[in-house]
């Protein structure tokens, strides 16, 4: 996961956050989830390798300037041994506004009082993946 401030100017606190991104048009769920997964982390896998869809939520996040933004977020499964984040193609935001990457197990993020997007990943992954994925 990634630690992100998102943009300085709309007031969110640091949080947790999974690599992702939008959907560029004329893409499925799925190719967007390729592509960000490359783009962020470096780790390029095929269709086949992508695992199954496994959750669907959305919400919003409330700045603090009294804007708001809305997400729709799609997860899948990825299964990976250890790996050396590659962030070459993070854009000048990313640089900017992710202050630190860690991966995480689901017993961490159950128990860590920081911050974890989107809301009720964390409660989600407990509840599907005990097995401390």
Known sequence: MLLTHFDPEVGLPPRWITP?????????ARQAAIREL???????????????????TNGRWD???GNF??????????????FTLDDSR???DEFRDIL??????????????????PH??????????SSGL
Do not use: C, M, P
């Open 63 to 65: 700045w603090s300037d």
């Open 38 to 56: 490359f783009e962020e982390t470096g780790i390029q896998i095929s269709d086949e390798q992508l695992g199954d869809q496994v959750w669907h």
């Open 69 to 82: 933004h809305t997400y729709e977020d799609t997860f899948f499964v990825v299964e990976t041994n250890d």
């Open 90 to 92: 993070w854009t000048q």
């Open 100 to 117: 630190e990457t860690r991966w995480w197990s689901v017993a961490d993020l159950l128990a860590t009082s920081d911050s974890v997007a």
């Open 120 to 129: 009720g990943l964390a409660e989600f992954l407990g509840d599907h993946f």
């Open 20 to 28: 992702g991104g939008g959907i560029d048009e004329g893409e499925t």
